[in-house]
């Protein structure tokens, strides 16, 4: 009968302990920022300096817990010919899964509008935190997401390499 007894206790321990982290893992750590991005800005490929574009209706979530959880979504009514003459294009960006209530971003629908040419990927901003870049999507719509990656610097410090000298000093970010 004891045996019963703790094997209950550990299975409820369990499905307790399992709920919370599924709960913080997809809800608890995220908090709406839309009031805090007011502008999507990005790389031209005549400096390093990020100026802002058209963009209306952002809305966006993010986390303290890690500096690659933003995402946002936007509508602007540049088009994809403009952007692309005069910003930096990415050659490769995969863009990052959003928790399922974040209805806006769907990273599987975004990944599939990059490979078929129907969205480009722009060079947002280089180091918005140590080894991690802003990436802006606009598809040809008008449609706009935004998500952080890991640079190369960023992969490098996270996995263990020695980072190196053409890397950014953690402090000045």
């Known amino acids: 009968m004891k045996g019963k ?4 206790v550990i299975l409820l321990a369990a499905l307790v302990a399992g709920g919370a982290l599924y709960y913080l893992q997809v809800y608890g750590f995220y908090e709406d920022v ?3 991005v007011a502008e999507v800005r990005l790389t031209p490929l005549t400096s390093q300096t990020p100026e802002p574009i058209l963009a209306e209706g952002i809305t ?3 986390a303290d817990s ?3 959880r933003f995402r946002a979504c936007f509508t602007t009514s540049a088009s994809l010919a403009m952007l692309s003459e005069t910003y930096v294009v990415l050659d490769r960006a995969t863009p990052r ?3 399922d209530w974040f209805d806006c971003f769907d990273a599987t629908a975004i990944a599939a509008a990059l490979q078929a040419g129907t969205a ?3 060079l947002g901003e280089k180091n918005v935190a140590f080894g991690v870049d802003r990436i802006v999507a606009v598809t040809e719509d008008g449609r706009g997401y935004i998500w952080h990656e890991l640079n190369d610097c960023g992969e ?3 996995d263990g390499t020695i980072v190196g000298e053409e890397c950014p000093r953690r402090d000045e970010n």
């Open 156 to 158: 490098k410090a996270y």
């Open 5 to 8: 007894i703790a094997a209950l």
């Open 97 to 99: 899964n959003a928790p």
């Open 66 to 68: 890690s500096p690659i």
């Open 34 to 36: 839309s009031a805090d």
């Open 120 to 122: 480009l990927a722009f």
């Open 60 to 62: 966006a979530i993010d």
